[in-house]
């Protein structure tokens, strides 16, 4: 049985017109992402970070190179099948109540019927909105918003989750939630691919990096591998951001 | 399923918000107000109220069709839940004909609520309405409301909201006011300008033909049945054309993201 | 904005009301302060509106250059060719009067039909009256509105009141020229000739001539008109008498030639709302 890759990226380059110049925003990615596994993808920001994870879902298209998730091209709509994406600052429609968010979304997975709710009813239970359920978002914190936005993308029990700084801006206890999450999930065999500038945060659940920088990739492998010894990663990763980057 | 979802999606925005009820409620104003205009000391006059009420209709249900046309991509960018939306395994193909069929049947639920109010306030004056042209005159005005929908909408995939909506307005405005007389400017234009405008005349949907409401008010009977059917299928065919432009426009679209705004 | 006229002019007719409930030195008016100069375009938007529904829904629209597609289209839809609508259906006008007139009290034209079709198709000659009179509070100089009072009146047999009312509008008719002089012209000889038929009822003799002959001065083919005064003046019977005429006026219908073209009536009201009732004898 040939082994499949969550998430498999070949000489993707993204560039941007902006203004008369041409932003470069990622250049000849090469990424594989096995399944199973909770890849870190880091770098500062302004890396192609978001680009990336935008190819991936098929917001953009690529300048050159491609993508494929499960071994489906990304252009697909079908890729999106196994998957869930949080996007950065997510927000949501606010006139739905959390229940009915979870619900509507999914259906546009063709869930239905018993299963759609007691699915939707687990993940509400999961992230604490039991109480808020059948309140319009509108009426929601942020903290609460981003526990939603994290429900919906999980509603069709996907086996790749993209996660786009899902812990920014949020209070520890929150990120305490979202660690515990990624921890279970990957006990569940799931593959998580996350992005994050915030390295505390990475150190405690990665078992894979990749560490993005102007557009390419300066370093990635296995996250106890990756660092040499003696070297925090905090140092590491200052190190490879700030080596040259060609003409960005 | 997934049409229908988003569908359903933008039929639950539009009931709960604001916007369908003033617009009830203003309707049922004027038709109070009409109905207790003293005329002279006259009684048991109604097809005023009736031509009256049908323009309410037609004016809350024009601006309901563009405004929800042109509001539905641009929140969904603006708010940046086009991302979680998209991440789903949804074309944007389906999302367009969504977010129309959705808007559309909003839109249409609302003209029925309209429509009803007028004919109730008729009825309750002892006035009546042929069943066979009503008939007639709601369908055309349905296929109307699908042809505005898709108009605005169209012109949101690459305008702002109010851009979208202003242009819908002031294009369908055109093609409800100005297209039909432009046969009579022909003659006083140049050769070039005169074959323009005779092109603009043939390709411009020509919204008049979906109003009826003389025929019901006057009650002339209903219209032969044949160019009724005639005139709902071109309205589905400029509602066809105009969201095969969307999905053309909206194809490869980039979408803007939120954090910069 | 049809719909925001609307509004517009049934709320000033309704403060009006109140308005006159309280006799207030202050007219109220408030169309006018709504509207401004506006207010003639509003007012005239509800006449043409009255207009159309005279003509069973058809409004006047101007004359088409090319038979295309669309419009053979349209006229399958909604037909062009016009009727009159019966005379029990009159009624339905009303309402576009009412807002005309509440929106524009200047616009003397649509009080005068307005008062017209209140007396002659729905028998309210007391509303015709009032509408006149509060028109005349407005236009005191506008000797149309006296005139027509006048013929109001005579179709309810009140010659005494008709003479003054005629008498009024002779007076003011040379301060007050109309867009369209022919037809200044003949409202005068219309005055003129009721005012004869009522001075010569009254036995007036010598005064009715002098209206016949000045009527037949401006207008030479009505040499009916000259002969008659020939006779008041010899001293001869007319055939028929002045008071006979008179009833057999007012209880004419007003025949008119409607300025469409191609279009069959209702019922035997063959006239335009325009102009209604005028032009005569
Ligand atoms: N639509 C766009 N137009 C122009 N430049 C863009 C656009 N989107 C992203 N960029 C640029 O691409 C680069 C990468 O951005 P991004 O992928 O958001 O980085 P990250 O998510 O790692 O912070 C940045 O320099 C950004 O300014
Ligand atoms: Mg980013």
């Not at chain 3, 609307?6 to 030195?25: D, F, H, M, N, Y």
């Not at chain 3, 159309?52 to 909604?78: K, M, N, S």
Request: glycine share 8%; hydrophobic share 50%; proline share 5%.
């Amino acid at each position: 049985m040939p082994i499949v890759n969550a998430i498999e990226i070949r000489g993707l380059s993204v560039s941007f017109a902006a203004r008369g110049s041409v932003v470069h925003a990622v250049r000849d990615l090469d990424l594989d992402v096995p399944e199973g596994r909770v890849f870190g993808f880091l770098g500062p920001n302004g890396a192609g970070k978001t680009t990336t994870m935008h190819v991936l879902l098929g917001f953009l298209s690529p300048t050159a190179g491609r993508a494929s998730l499960f071994g489906e091209d990304v252009r697909r709509a079908i890729a999106r099948e196994r998957i869930g994406y949080l996007p950065e600052n997510p927000d949501t429609y606010r006139f739905l109540s959390g229940r009915e968010l979870l619900r509507m979304t999914g259906r546009l997975f063709r869930l239905s019927g018993r299963i759609l709710r007691d699915r939707a009813d687990r993940l509400i239970e999961e992230l604490a909105l039991t109480a808020a359920a059948d309140r319009p978002i509108a009426t929601y914190s942020r903290g609460m918003r981003q526990r939603v936005c994290l429900a919906q993308a999980l509603i069709n029990d996907p086996d790749l989750l993209i996660l786009d700084e899902p812990t920014a801006g949020l209070d520890p206890i929150a990120r305490l939630d979202i660690r515990r999450l990624i921890l279970r999930l990957r006990e569940a065999g799931k593959t998580v691919f996350f992005s994050s500038h915030e390295l505390s945060e990475v150190e405690l659940v990665c078992d894979h990096l990749a560490i993005m920088a102007g557009g390419r990739l300066a370093a990635q492998g296995p996250a106890r591998q990756l660092v040499p010894a003696g070297e925090s990663l905090e140092k590491f990763f200052v190190r490879v951001v700030s080596q040259p980057r060609g003409e960005m | 399923m997934r049409i229908r979802t988003i569908a359903h999606m933008v039929w639950l925005e539009a009931i709960r918000r604001k916007d369908v009820y003033v617009l009830l409620i203003l309707l049922g104003g004027l038709l109070l107000a009409l109905v207790s205009l003293n005329v002279f000391g006259l009684s048991g006059l109604v097809r005023y109220v009736a031509d009256v009420g049908l323009l309410g209709a037609w004016l809350f249900g024009w601006i309901l069709a563009v405004v929800l046309g042109a509001r539905q991509l641009p929140t969904e960018e603006s708010r940046g839940t086009i991302f979680a939306l998209l991440a789903k395994p949804v074309s944007r193909a389906e999302l367009m004909i969504g977010k129309w069929l959705g808007a559309w049947l909003a839109a249409s639920l609302a003209l029925a609520a309209f429509y009803v109010l007028t004919l109730a306030v008729v009825w309750a004056r002892g006035g009546h309405f042929d069943p066979v042209t009503l008939l007639q005159a709601l369908l055309l005005h349905l296929a109307l409301l699908a042809v505005l929908t898709a108009l605005a909408l169209a012109l949101s995939t690459r305008w702002h909201g109010d851009a979208a909506c202003a242009g819908a307005f002031v294009l369908s405005g055109a093609a409800f006011f100005v297209v039909p007389q432009v046969p009579m400017l022909l003659p006083d234009m140049g050769r070039a300008t005169g074959l323009l405008l005779h092109a603009l005349y043939y390709l411009m949907p020509h919204l008049e033909l979906f109003d009826l409401r003389r025929r019901l008010v006057h009650d002339w009977g209903p219209a032969p049945w044949d160019t009724v059917a005639l005139t709902l299928f071109y309205g589905a065919l400029f509602t066809a054309v105009l969201l095969m432009a969307a999905w053309l426009a909206y194809r490869n679209k980039r979408f803007p993201r939120s954090e910069w705004q | 904005m049809a719909l925001l006229l609307c509004g517009i002019a049934i709320t000033a007719a309704q403060l009006k009301e109140r308005a006159l409930l309280v006799p207030s030195e202050q007219p109220a008016d408030l169309a006018e302060r709504l509207l401004g100069e506006s207010r003639r375009a509003v007012g005239a938007h509800f006449y043409e509106q009255a207009d159309a529904y005279f003509h069973g829904g058809v409004p006047h629209t101007p004359p088409v250059a090319a038979d295309t597609l669309f419009r053979r289209w349209r006229e399958r839809l909604i037909p062009e060719a016009h009727a009159h609508i019966a005379d029990n259906r009159i009624a339905e006008i009303m309402p576009w009067l009412r807002m005309a007139t509440a929106t524009d009290p200047r616009n003397v034209e649509a009080h005068l039909v307005a008062a017209y079709w209140l007396d002659r198709a729905i028998g309210r000659r007391d509303a015709a009256e009032e509408l006149l009179r509060s028109a005349l509070r407005k236009n005191p100089r506008d000797y149309r509105l006296r005139m027509e009072l006048g013929r109001l009146c005579i179709r309810h047999g009140e010659w005494a009141g008709a003479r003054d009312h005629l008498k009024t509008a002779l007076a003011q008719w040379a301060d007050q020229p109309l867009d369209d002089p022919e037809q200044h012209a003949l409202d005068r000889a219309e005055i003129l000739t009721y005012l004869g038929y009522l001075e010569e009822a009254a036995g007036r003799l010598v005064s009715a001539a002098e209206a016949y002959e000045t009527v037949a001065r401006d207008f030479p083919n009505r040499e009916g008109l000259l002969r008659r005064a020939q006779m008041l003046r010899t001293g001869e019977q007319p055939p028929e008498s002045a008071e006979q005429i008179l009833r057999f006026l007012a209880a004419a219908e007003n025949r008119h030639v409607c300025d469409r073209e191609s279009h069959h009536h209702d019922a035997d009201g063959d006239a335009d709302l325009q102009g209604q009732g005028r032009n005569r004898p």
